[in-house]
C-alpha cells in the first residue's frame, strides 16, 4: 500500500553511497533515516509524504549531499523517476544535535502515484 520503499532505498543508496535506515539511528554516522505516511487516496491517484532525515557530522557534507537527493527523487515534468507519477520536495529545513553535534538536515517530499485502491460501483435498481 505504500511507497515502493525498496526502490527509494535502492536509488538513494546508489546515489550517495549512505547507509538508509527506517525511522531514526543510534549511532553517530552519516547516514538517511526515513518514514512515509499515505496523505491522500481519492482511488485514482495516492499521495504519500516521505520523510528524509540526512544526517552528517558537517554541515559541508549536508550541502553536499542535499541536492543528489533531491535530484535522485524529484520529476521534472512528465520525466517519471522510479515507479511513481510524480515527486517534489515540499520542504524541510537543517538543525544541529547538541548532544551528537552532527547535522540533521530535513527533506519532505510529496510522492504522486497510481492508487491501489478498488472502488466499486454499486448498481440500484
Not at 59 to 72: D, G, N
Not at 110 to 115: E, G
Request: proline share 2%; with cysteine.
Amino acid at each position: 500500500w505504500g511507497i515502493n520503499m525498496t526502490e527509494i532505498i535502492k536509488a538513494l543508496e546508489a546515489a550517495t553511497s549512505l547507509s538508509i535506515k527506517p525511522f531514526g539511528t543510534d549511532t553517530i554516522e552519516d547516514c538517511i533515516c526515513y518514514s512515509s505516511y499515505v496523505i491522500s487516496d481519492n482511488g485514482a491517484v495516492k499521495q504519500e509524504k516521505l520523510e528524509l532525515r540526512l544526517i552528517t557530522k558537517t554541515i559541508a557534507e549536508a550541502e553536499r549531499i542535499k541536492p543528489i537527493i533531491i535530484s535522485t527523487l524529484v520529476t521534472v515534468g512528465d520525466n517519471k523517476k522510479l515507479n511513481y507519477l510524480g515527486c517534489e520536495l515540499n520542504g524541510g529545513g537543517t538543525l544541529k544535535d547538541a548532544a551528537t553535534g552532527t547535522i540533521h538536515t530535513l527533506l519532505f517530499f510529496v510522492i504522486t502515484k497510481k492508487s491501489e485502491v478498488k472502488l466499486w460501483a454499486i448498481k440500484l435498481y
